[in-house]
């Protein structure tokens, strides 16, 4: 999806990415193999060890499949989030005419934040499982 608005907005959003990246590399960021799970280009390792996107900042490198659904689901539940709030406002400005639309967008919003959370997390405890691996090795 993120591939889709990215060539839609081709152009002078194209030459930002490539200044970005050029500006990484000068900085001493080295280009990865591995690709943007969201938008497909490639990672960049900072200096401080960080690995960064060009378009989406700090992102996950994805080992397996798992991984990437999960970021997928995270990501069509975040733009769902925000769709909802965008109803909202839309029906409060209608005022009463708008109630009934209100309620039904509040329920979609307060069960997508409720789904983030949880995904929130349950995303730390792996990553502490992680850590005390790491720290064994
Ligand atoms: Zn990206």
Request: hydrophobic share 40%; aromatic share 2%; proline share 2%.
């Amino acid at each position: 999806m993120c591939v889709l608005s990215f060539r839609r907005e081709e152009g002078n959003k194209n030459q930002d990415v490539i200044k970005k990246m050029a500006d990484l590399l000068r900085a001493g960021a080295t280009m990865l193999s591995e690709r943007c799970p969201i938008c497909g280009l490639p990672l960049f390792r900072l200096r401080s060890g960080e690995v960064i996107c060009p378009v989406h900042g700090r992102v996950y490198i994805v080992k397996t499949e798992s991984e990437v659904t999960r970021i997928t689901v995270q990501g069509v539940l975040e733009r769902l989030e925000r769709l909802a709030a965008e109803e909202i406002a839309r029906a409060m400005e209608r005022g009463a005419e708008g109630i009934a639309e209100l309620g039904k967008w509040l329920d979609v919003l307060e069960r997508t934040e409720r789904i983030l959370a949880t995904m929130k997390t349950a995303e730390r405890a792996r990553s502490v499982k992680e850590e005390v691996k790491d720290e064994k090795d």
